[in-house]
């Protein structure tokens, strides 16, 4: 595998170190600051960025710090050997994985930039990681969902906005139907294939990166429907009713009726007052979605 690196250099001559090691690395050097960041600009995953302390056009730390802000490459200053002791505070000031002399011979440099490739490894494993971490924190485990104390806390993100600006905002509170019976009949893990089945099938319904589904409770979800009116969350319930139908889960042969009911609820510019807080949203949907149970579920019962 070669290893992409940008070297940013006017005088260095790398001839020898080409010639010594002309497989290990995907090497592209130019000779400006300017010419170094169109080259990060582009999509290339740069693992590592050498530059010579002085250039033509800019300074060589100025350009590392510019470049934090466009690649995660990391960073090496290349410094006449004269000068070495000068730049290291400098360098370790700005987070600079190394400092490397002019004259560093061919193997030698070939390890440092070794070391830098796995440096970016580790650092692009760790961000891997951090990210995953932070995904965990805020999802369902069983049914990819954001979680309740994520959408808790988006639902008054979003409805502070909608008071700013006086935008509708719509929330709908879902609740399966029958799941207690369908755990005693057929087993938790039939229950479990039903509420993963229809979170599925609900993150299909709505619109991406717009409205937002959770978890709110063992076997209720709640979706945020930003800039919304209420008459169009009824229709998103609606079509969630009728997608909750044709789930056709099956358990060892066994087909699964899944119903679900509905409570919407909307804030609504001209009666703010009214639903000025999350937790008046909430209970509106809440009440709207016990009587549309206590009718006999598999509805949708909307409150303005």
Known sequence: MRFPLLIVSQHLKFEAFFAEFPNSFE???VTCGQDALAALARP?????????????????????EQAESISPAIPLLLVPDAEVAEFLPLANSRSVFRVVPESTPADILATILLDTVRQFDLVQREH???????????TDPLTGCYNRVHIHALLHRELRRSLRYRHSLSIILCDIDGLAAINEAFGHRAGDAVL????????QAIRQDVDTIARWGGDEFLFVLPETPLSGAGRVATRLREQCVRLGCTVNGHALACNASFGVAGF????????????????IAERCLLQAKAAGGNQVLCCP
């Open 44 to 64: 290339t995953a740069w693992s590592g960025l050498l530059v010579a302390a002085r250039l033509p056009d800019m300074d060589g730390l100025d350009l590392l």
């Open 268 to 283: 609504v510019p001209e009666t703010a007052a009214r639903t000025a807080e999350a937790g008046d949203l909430l209970l």
């Open 27 to 29: 090497t592209t050097v």
């Open 128 to 138: 891997g990681l951090q990210t995953r971490i932070d995904r965990l924190s805020h």
């Open 196 to 203: 993963t089945a229809f979170a599925r099938a609900a993150e």
